[in-house]
T-cell receptor
């Protein structure tokens, strides 16, 4: 069990550019979550998948944000036309739906800085 | 919507001493889960302890224990025999009961714990 991994760990981009982040969950986990954490705040929920289906999206997920989980394995989060307000840590977590306690295990995050 | 409040932005404790971090939450649900997560500097968030709302007994994990007061909607974390490795941001989080359909975690703003040697 290698845990949840995220790539890249850091990303610096210019305003208006598109960026894509990748998350690889723990292999047997069928639920995958994306959160955003800004400085001095706790993580805020963005969206989650069960297998390949995106089942819930926060209103924080504007139409510039899109997430996918093809084949129910890894997931990507794309931000189009980035804005300075998108600067944050983007966290991915995964869980096993069959686990009644369903603990979410977090990855190390991708820190995005939009200049 | 549920909210989670951590009223202590920063706390400090002497090594080997005991510290308690506070958390209150607001919900109209009767069944839910509460969590404490630890986020060390530049490292990923890990689960410290969880509590099911239907359980009256307070959860304990080694040096970590909680004081869960359901009526008061309070969920504090006690760290005994504090160690230097306990220094981190601690987040309190809430999750609805599985059958409610929403699996997202709602986090507080966190408490930064420093451990003084």
């Amino acid at each position: 069990d290698t845990g949840v991994s995220q790539d890249p760990r850091h990303k610096i981009t210019k305003r208006g550019q598109n960026v894509t982040f990748r998350c690889d969950p723990i292999s047997e986990h069928n639920r995958l979550y994306w959160y955003r954490q800004t400085l001095g705040q706790g993580p805020e929920f963005l969206t989650y998948f069960q297998n390949e289906a995106q089942l819930e999206k926060s209103r924080l997920l504007s139409d510039r944000f899109s997430a996918e989980r093809p084949k129910g394995s890894f997931s990507t989060l794309e931000i189009q036309r980035t804005e300075q307000g998108d600067s944050a840590m983007y966290l991915c977590a995964s869980s096993l739906a069959l686990d009644y306690q369903e603990t979410q295990y977090f990855g190390p995050g991708t820190r995005l800085l939009v200049l | 919507a549920q909210t989670v409040t951590q009223s202590q932005p920063e706390m400090s404790v002497q090594e080997a001493e005991t510290v308690t971090l506070s958390c209150t939450y607001d919900t109209s649900e009767s069944d839910y889960y509460l969590f404490w997560y630890k986020q060390p500097p530049s490292r990923q968030m890990i689960l410290v302890i969880r509590q099911e709302a239907y359980k009256q007994q307070n959860a304990t994990e080694n040096r970590f224990s909680v004081n869960f007061q359901k009526a008061a909607k309070s969920f504090s974390l006690k760290i005994s025999d504090s160690q230097l490795g306990d220094a981190a941001m601690y987040f309190c989080a809430y999750r609805s009961e599985r059958g409610a359909g929403s699996y997202q975690l709602t986090f507080g703003k966190g408490t930064k714990l420093s451990v003084i040697p």
